[in-house]
């Protein structure tokens, strides 16, 4: 498990995944060409879950399920 300091929303926060899902976090923003901290600032206005680690998780998980769904 690693922890990361973020900024998002002008304000700094730490995040604690383990490495696979730092690694697909990573590989979302880069397949939609924006920083890493932009998207978990996306995925922290949009959650429903007072935790932003399992908010994420969940994040990368719907990500996954998606790209299966379409056959990739």
């Given at each position: 498990m690693k922890k990361r300091s973020v900024v998002i929303a002008g304000h700094r926060t730490?995040?604690?995944?383990?490495?696979?899902?730092?690694?697909?976090?990573?590989?979302?923003?880069a397949a939609?060409?924006?920083?890493?901290?932009?998207l978990i600032e996306e995925i922290d206005a949009g959650r429903e879950t007072d935790n932003l680690s399992s908010a994420l998780r969940i994040a990368i998980l719907e990500?996954?399920?998606?790209?299966?769904?379409?056959?990739?």
């Open positions: 730490s995040v604690s995944l383990e490495d696979p899902f730092w690694a697909e976090l990573k590989a979302m923003a939609r060409d924006m920083p890493l901290a932009a990500c996954l399920r998606r790209r299966l769904a379409e056959g990739g």
